[in-house]
């Protein structure tokens, strides 16, 4: 309900905004302005759309508000039903420490032996 009054509320907050005309200033025409300018020309904002599709395009977005607000209600009453994990207690007995498990003993491997390279033999020439 909340968001149907909040929607309504910006469509007729909106509503006279439409009969303002807009121009278009500057040698860019990069600016907007609400006041007429030396250069500026005046934007047509009419809306292009009929009544009827006015109409469907306002019962579309009721509706979709009523469909948010149930959404949004049954969210909370998701969350309110969920009940939240303590992290922790004074109050509680503490847990006895975890058995951690020794890593086992490498198998007797045979020592690295490192040896001179072997310089290449050369011919005499």
């Known amino acids: 309900m909340r968001r149907a009054s909040l929607l309504a509320a910006l469509l007729l907050a909106a509503a006279p905004a439409i009969a303002q005309k807009i121009y ?4 860019d025409a990069s600016t907007y302005s609400q006041q007429p300018c030396a250069d500026g020309k005046a934007l047509d904002l009419s809306d292009p759309r009929s009544a009827a599709q006015r109409r469907e395009a306002q019962k579309a977005a009721t509706q979709n508000a009523k469909l948010a607000d149930a959404m949004e209600r049954e969210r909370e009453q998701a969350e309110r039903r969920i009940k939240p994990a303590t992290a922790g207690s004074l ?14 003993k490498a198998a007797a491997s045979k020592p690295t032996i490192y040896r001179e390279p072997v310089k290449p033999k050369t011919s005499p020439q």
């Open 24 to 27: 278009r200033c500057g040698p």
């Open 91 to 104: 109050s509680a007995e503490p847990e006895p420490p975890a058995q951690v498990a020794k890593a086992p």
